[in-house]
Nanobody, 123 residues
Framework: HVQLVESGGGSVQAGGSLRLSCAAS????????MGWFRQAPGKEREGVGFINMYGTTNVAVFVKGRFTISKDIAKNTLYLQMNSLKPEDTAMYFC??????????????????WGQGTQVTVS
C-alpha cells in the first residue's frame, strides 16, 4: 500500500520561502519518478516539476529559478524548496509518484500515486 504524505505548507509573505516535504511509504523514492503538482482555487491542477530515479530534475518555466526539487533517499522523502514566493504561487500542492523510474513529463495520468496535498498561501 503506497502512501504519500505532504507537509510543510503554510502562510508566507511574498518573497519568502517554504520547503514542502512528501514522505513516502510503500514506495521507494530512490527508484521512482516523483513529481509536484499544484492547484489554485478555480483552476486546473498543473505540474510544477519532477525528479527521476537518477536525481535529474525538471521544473516548469513559471517556477524555474525559484523552486528546486530534491529527495532524501535515507528518509525516503521528496522535497520542494520554494523561494521568492509570489501570490500567484498560492495553491494546494500535491506530490505524486509514477510506476517507473523515468519521468516522461507532468501529465497527471503518468503518475499512479498521489498525496492529499498541503496548502501554500502567499500574501
Amino acid at each position: 500500500h503506497v502512501q504519500l504524505v505532504e507537509s510543510g505548507g503554510g502562510s508566507v509573505q511574498a518573497g519568502g520561502s517554504l520547503r514542502l516535504s512528501c514522505a513516502a511509504s510503500g514506495y521507494t523514492v530512490s527508484s521512482g519518478c516523483m513529481g509536484w503538482f499544484r492547484q489554485a482555487p478555480g483552476k486546473e491542477r498543473e505540474g510544477v516539476g519532477f525528479i527521476n530515479m537518477y536525481g535529474t530534475t525538471n521544473v516548469a518555466v513559471f517556477v524555474k529559478g525559484r523552486f528546486t526539487i530534491s529527495k532524501d533517499i535515507a528518509k525516503n522523502t521528496l522535497y520542494l524548496q520554494m523561494n521568492s514566493l509570489k501570490p500567484e504561487d498560492t495553491a494546494m500542492y500535491f506530490c505524486a509518484a509514477g510506476a517507473g523510474g523515468l519521468c516522461y513529463g507532468l501529465t497527471e495520468s503518468l503518475y499512479r500515486y498521489w498525496g492529499q496535498g498541503t496548502q501554500v498561501t502567499v500574501s
